[in-house]
């Protein structure tokens, strides 16, 4: 079941949280870790209540990718990058 059927208001208030733990960004797009498993430096994340925020930096540009639970396997493709060799 999604929070935001039995509680609609919980699923407010952690969108809201989201969004303020990624706003940061702006201005200090290196914060999060190199992703592990890419190991590309423009490939970082951040966590959030147990959830990976991974994001691409680019020039003038911090674009979320994914955002999935921590105990999720990592995938490639939802990042839009391939396996390092």
Do not use: C
Request: aromatic letters at 10%; glycine letters at 8%.
């Amino acid at each position: 079941m999604f929070i935001a059927e039995e509680n609609p208001s919980a699923a407010a208030e952690w969108a809201r949280g989201l969004f303020d733990s990624v706003r940061p960004l702006v201005q200090f797009p290196e914060m999060g870790r190199v992703v592990p498993e890419v190991g590309r430096s423009d490939i970082r994340e951040i966590m959030f209540r147990g959830y990976r925020v991974v994001y691409r930096v680019a020039p003038r540009l911090v674009e979320v990718l994914t955002v999935r639970h921590g105990k999720r396997r990592f995938s490639f493709r939802e990042v839009g990058v391939s396996k390092p060799k």
